[in-house]
């Protein structure tokens, strides 16, 4: 067992022990199913918007996730006001550029919300994440046109000049904080076929990052769970429908154990 394998166990426990407060502003498309991916592998969800209360939510919460897939001014405004207020208390935050690419809407507010407060971790598919680079890119509208693999220097540059960690995610999914790059494997090619599994994977990573300091380790450890749920669905159920309730199944009764044994972690 490696090190990274011996951690993601170790998180999960420590998940499962303090069932850390994941403050999500996310889609509407989602809300539901994010928040009970959540409640599966052990944390507690609050999926609140209104402006009016979000500095007293992310005061209470262990960590905070911001997902930019459905958008209207008031939103964006509560994303804003949740990532600053997040960076001023401390408490680690993930941005999910949901479409960033696609529409110049979308674009500028992910890096509007990074101008505002630099997250600890971003998550998105290879075309989001080279949208927010130098070279720029573009999407079909919130799938990915590139590969993991094609984003890894542009992402290694990104992470270094905002000092954060950047996770691309596809078939296989690459976390990297400018220096040091892991490589995660796992998951199952049905989960492109059930909307909002992207979301889901930046709410688990929002619970690791509420359990362990090292972002880089929290990131490439909740993917590594969230892979090893969609693989142990997958044997179960081989069709959408079903797959997607035997994930929350797998998430729920998935152990430390068993993710330490499980989890496919390497450094590239």
């Known amino acids: 067992m490696s090190q990274y394998q011996k951690t993601a166990g170790e998180i999960l426990g420590r998940i499962r022990r303090a069932r850390p407060v994941v403050h999500s502003i996310t889609n509407y498309v989602v809300m539901n199913s994010t928040a009970n991916v959540l409640l ?114 542009p992402a290694r540059e990104i992470a270094l000049s ?15 904080d400018g220096r040091r790059s892991l490589v995660v494997s796992g998951g199952d090619a049905l989960m492109s076929y059930v909307t909002g599994t992207g979301c889901a994977a930046s709410v688990i990573i929002g619970a690791f990052l509420a359990e362990e300091m090292d972002p880089l380790v929290a990131t490439a450890c909740a993917l590594a769970f969230f892979g090893v749920a969609g693989e142990k669905a997958a044997s179960e159920a081989p069709v959408p429908g079903s797959f997607w309730v035997k994930v929350l199944d797998a998430l729920y009764t998935i152990t430390p154990e068993q993710l330490g044994a499980a989890a496919r972690i390497s450094r590239i």
């Open 40 to 153: 599966a592998m052990g944390a507690s969800p609050i999926m609140a918007h209104a402006q009016e209360e979000i500095e007293e939510i992310v005061t209470i919460a262990s960590s905070v996730v911001i997902n930019i897939g459905t958008l209207s001014q008031p939103w964006i405004q509560s994303m804003k006001a949740a990532a600053q207020t997040a960076k001023k208390a401390g408490k680690p935050f993930l941005l999910d550029p949901v479409g960033a690419g696609a529409t110049k809407l979308r674009t500028r507010t992910a890096l509007d919300i990074i101008d505002a407060a630099v997250p600890t971790v971003v998550r998105g598919n290879a075309s989001e994440i080279l949208s927010l680079s130098s070279q720029g890119g573009t999407t079909r509208g919130v799938d990915s046109i590139h590969t993991p693999e094609e984003a890894l220097d």
């Open 162 to 176: 905002m000092e954060t960690v950047i996770a691309v995610t596809g078939q296989r999914d690459i976390v990297t």
